[in-house]
């Protein structure tokens, strides 16, 4: 099978090469995300069966990253990696409606924290649109989260995602005293991991909006506050999920080096998993209020089905305090 060892890794790609573009559809170009928008691709692995679309994905990647993903232990894992950079081009892809370019022909660099970007090159001296992505995975989930002048940072987080040590003792080793005091006070175990995972993909997705890793900005560094709409006041995690709220991050550690320009939003995903955004606010605005994020949700399998997700409600929004 495709992939299982390295040796056939790119073997089998020559089998179906001829084969593969009677098999699928085009990509469907997609419209740019509007202002303060953020579309929200995913793919759920165990959904990808076909191994001829699998080796169509493999001929999407650059020799690079085929050898990153022969490199990996497993087929599973092998699998997933491979997903994960076929979502990335292939979405990208889409949206190079007036100058389209073949998710083969991507070019990526990294910052000098490490973080992907793309890497643009001069079309007929057309203007490509600025888009940032950024992307996240569980074993079951892999998503990538697209915007137009903002930069982002998601991650998902599946709910039930089991832990080393308990709850409390990860927390106090990760999470500032505020936020440990706040999952402390949670009686109900199960109250307690959900929130726990809730802050985690936050603050995950924070740090990777900012683009600078975890190691340049602990989690220890800055506060999530969950802040009730109604009533203007904190609130502890876990105490009348029903109830709408925003979503604040405050640095008491070095207000300078992360700035307060950023929106949050968490999202229920397929059932299984919390998904967190956080972009760069509006600079129009001029300080002078906020515009509300929005986003649109689809669950694709590239080159087969795409599916927009309607009736994900956000389970909190906000703003950097």
């Known amino acids: ?13 020559h089998y179906f090469q001829r084969n593969l573009s009677a098999a699928s559809s085009p990509l469907v170009p997609v419209p740019l995300p509007s202002r303060m928008e953020t579309h929200l691709w995913y793919i759920l692995p165990n959904e990808v ?21 022969c490199r990996m232990r497993g087929y599973q894992l092998q699998k997933r990696a491979l997903l994960a950079r076929a979502l990335v081009r292939t979405t990208i892809a889409r949206y190079q409606t007036k100058c389209p370019v073949h998710p083969r022909s991507l070019k990526f660099k990294k910052n000098i924290y490490g973080k992907p970007e793309v890497e643009w090159e001069d079309v007929d001296d057309q203007q490509l649109p600025p888009l940032h992505f950024n992307i996240s995975h569980t074993s079951s989930l892999i998503a990538c989260g697209v915007t137009v002048n903002s930069p982002i940072g998601i991650d998902v ?11 409390l003792a990860f927390a106090r080793r990760y999470f500032s005293p505020y936020e440990v005091e706040l999952l402390t ?14 802050l985690w993909t936050l ?10 890793g975890f190691s340049a900005v602990p989690f220890k560094t800055f506060t999530i506050w969950f802040r009730t709409t109604m009533e ?32 949050f939003v968490l999202l229920d995903l397929a059932g299984s998993h919390y998904a967190a955004i956080c972009i760069e606010k509006d600079r129009t605005t001029g300080g002078e209020g906020t515009l509300p994020m929005k986003f649109t949700v689809r669950r694709t399998i590239p080159y087969v089905e795409d599916e927009c997700v309607s009736g994900i409600v956000a389970i909190g929004n906000g703003s950097y305090l």
């Open 185 to 198: 006070a949670i009686s109900d175990p199960e109250i307690q991991h959900q929130e726990f995972i809730k």
């Open 49 to 69: 069966k076909s191994e001829t679309l699998l080796n169509q994905y493999l001929e999407l990647l650059s020799p690079c990253e085929k050898e990153n993903v």
């Open 232 to 263: 203007g006041g904190i609130r502890p995690p876990g105490h009348g999920d029903s109830e709408a709220f925003d979503i604040v991050v405050d640095s008491f550690n070095d207000h300078e080096k992360l700035t307060n320009n950023w929106q």
């Open 203 to 212: 603050k995950e997705a924070y740090v990777k909006a900012l683009g600078r």
């Open 157 to 167: 987080e599946e709910k039930q995602r089991k832990l080393k040590n308990n709850v």
């Open 1 to 13: 099978m495709l992939l299982r060892r390295t040796r056939n890794c790119f073997m089998n790609i």
